[in-house]
């Protein structure tokens, strides 16, 4: 297996860590990743609620550059996955389909076929792959919260491949490698990502509920899989943690991550070493 | 001649969306023009599921079902002047949840987009229009250029905590990323949107 790899603005940046343990584990598992050439930014969630078109251009330009190296593309931020899914299905549909392409078009970019596929790390890891037979190390004892926020399953004509409403994948993928997934109601509650600068208190707010209930529950960490909601669960969370007088040091961890550690791999090959809040605890508890 | 009181069937009010003559399709058509057919705003039945499922609705002052209704009816100033627009963070629950396959996201997306153009100004479309700007400039967005642009010299220092750890961590690079060829990406997108 093979796909075209689109790490997004925030994986050479924040999210290090998403990239290196998206890489390590998907090269342990047999999966060739060729990072996509040339990519840019997908515009977000904020791009298309300026201009439709200009938005829709943004994230088809990506989808265009993997049909050019005829390879699925895979994303494992859940905002690149999202758009780029979005870009396809306009991509086929005759009204959207002619604005896209004169846009691109002047872009110099000139596809007429679209039969690749675009695919979230998630949904591969949990639908393509067996790894129960890879587990080298179970990850016995860690109680982890799920969190699985918007656009990584929503909406459902464009994603499809888990519940929009009450996903499990990565429940089933955490509880594979051998750790306890607490019932977190919260998990398909927005962060406020796309808010978080222009309505900071708000998405701080809505953050907040997230972390407390995940903290109530007991979990060692929350497992997530999109660089948005990190930045607001983890690297705000200090920030969080002043304003409202509270204490969490909750580590937050991409799922790729817990998979890679129930692989058997050492933390620093992870880039969990990246962390800004420390997932030493994690570590400890399994004995690492 | 006095007028004799319409019946409505369910006990729904007058000015709900079953007394037809209310409606005002030229915005739901202009809606449409911007967002796609996606955006099946004809559809909404009233419900309330959006609203029901909706992640920050304590925060706005019209829910995604009246700023539907609204739309439908035509009462164009409430809906570009409601902060739910702006109160939205594309969560798609409404979405997902809606019966009749309307799609407010998709609703209240456009609407951004429309207000926008027509000249509603606060921080949120300042923050939106300076993100695609960006992306614009160089393909591939810079973040310290975004806070500085957006929040200026405060948020730098807001921020400067923050930033150095992330630079030690080798997760921000002083350095801009851009594509091969951003000048001809950048007037393709700019023609486009002054359509």
Not at chain 1, 215 to 234: F, Q, R, Y
Not at chain 2, 131 to 157: C, D, H, T, W
């Amino acid at each position: 297996m093979k796909y075209s790899y689109y790490p997004g603005c925030s994986l050479h940046t924040t999210a290090k860590e998403f990239d290196i343990s998206t890489q390590v584990v998907m090269e342990e598992l047999g999966i060739e990743l060729e990072e996509l050439k040339d990519w840019s930014c997908c515009g977000g969630s904020v791009a298309a609620g300026v201009s439709h078109d200009v938005g829709m251009a943004m994230a088809a330009r990506n989808v265009a550059l993997a049909q050019k190296q005829d390879l699925d593309l895979l994303a494992s931020c859940s905002g690149c996955y999202n758009k780029s899914a979005r870009a396809l299905k306009a991509l086929k549909e005759p009204t959207e389909k002619d604005r896209i392409m004169a846009i691109m078009s002047e872009m110099g970019i000139d596809v007429s076929d679209y039969n690749i596929r675009i695919r979230n790390v998630v949904d591969v890891l949990v639908n393509d792959i067996d790894i129960s037979s890879r587990i080298k190390r179970p990850l016995t004892g860690l109680k982890v919260a799920c969190y699985y926020g918007c656009l990584l399953t929503r909406p459902a004509d464009i994603t499809g491949w888990d519940s929009p409403v009450f996903p499990t994948s990565m429940d089933r993928l955490s509880e594979i490698c051998g750790a306890e997934v607490v019932d977190f109601r919260s998990k398909t509650k927005c962060c406020g990502g796309p808010i978080l600068v222009s309505q900071q208190d708000v998405a701080f707010d809505l953050t907040k509920k997230l972390l407390d209930e995940a903290k109530s529950l007991g979990a060692d960490c929350i497992v997530l899989a999109c660089p948005l909601c990190d930045t607001n669960l983890e690297l705000r969370q200090p920030d969080i943690e002043k304003k409202y007088n509270v204490s969490y040091n909750l580590p937050i961890l991409y799922i790729t991550e817990i998979i890679g550690l129930a692989l058997g791999m050492k933390p620093g090959k992870l880039g969990m070493n990246k962390h800004i809040v420390s997932p030493k605890p994690v570590l400890a508890k399994l004995g690492l | 001649m006095a007028t004799k009181a319409k019946k409505f069937v369910f006990g729904l009010k007058a000015d709900r969306q079953l007394d037809g003559d209310k409606m005002n399709s030229d915005f739901v058509k202009k809606v449409v023009a911007e967002g796609g057919n996606g955006a099946a705003i004809a559809a909404c039945m009233q419900c309330g599921t959006c609203s029901g499922g909706c992640t920050n609705i304590d925060q706005m002052d019209m829910s995604p079902r009246t700023l539907i209704l609204m739309t439908q009816r035509g009462e164009w100033e409430k809906v570009l002047k409601s902060n739910a627009l702006w109160m939205c963070s594309s969560c798609y629950i409404c979405t997902s949840r809606c019966p009749r396959g309307v799609r407010p996201s998709d609703v209240i997306e456009a609407v951004k987009a429309i207000a926008i153009r027509e000249g509603i100004e606060n921080n949120s479309t300042r923050f939106n229009q300076i993100f695609v700007e960006l992306v614009q400039k160089r393909g591939i967005l810079f973040e310290p250029e975004l806070m500085q642009k957006y929040g200026g010299l405060q948020a730098m220092i807001d921020q400067a905590e923050l930033g150095i750890k992330l630079t030690l961590k080798g997760k921000m690079s002083p350095f801009p990323a851009k594509i091969k060829d951003p000048k001809t990406f950048s007037e393709a997108l700019e023609k486009a949107e002054q359509k």
